[in-house]
């Protein structure tokens, strides 16, 4: 693991494109914890949720960087440098 995110240069100005998990809502499944992609906007589900749609959006993308999109929650994780960070001064973002 890194001390420092090497990929904030890959984080774009976004707007969540979804109040819910995009996939889950798509197949009628259900989710825990939501997560926004911090270069496209994708809204997906954590890990502890049954699909992990997040983590495969990752996958898929390579879009390497997330923020919480829990009310309360500002903090980011990199799944490519496997680090969680804050980032001052960054927008917070919280589904309704």
Known sequence: MT????HL?????IVPTSDGCEDCLRMGGQWLHLRVCMSCGHVGCCDSSPNRHATAH???SEHPLIQSY???????YCYADDLAFTVEGSPSFAHP
């Open 58 to 60: 990752f996958h898929a």
């Open 9 to 13: 240069d890959q984080s774009r100005d």
């Open 3 to 6: 001390e420092t995110c090497s």
């Open 70 to 76: 829990e009310p309360g929650e500002a903090w980011w």
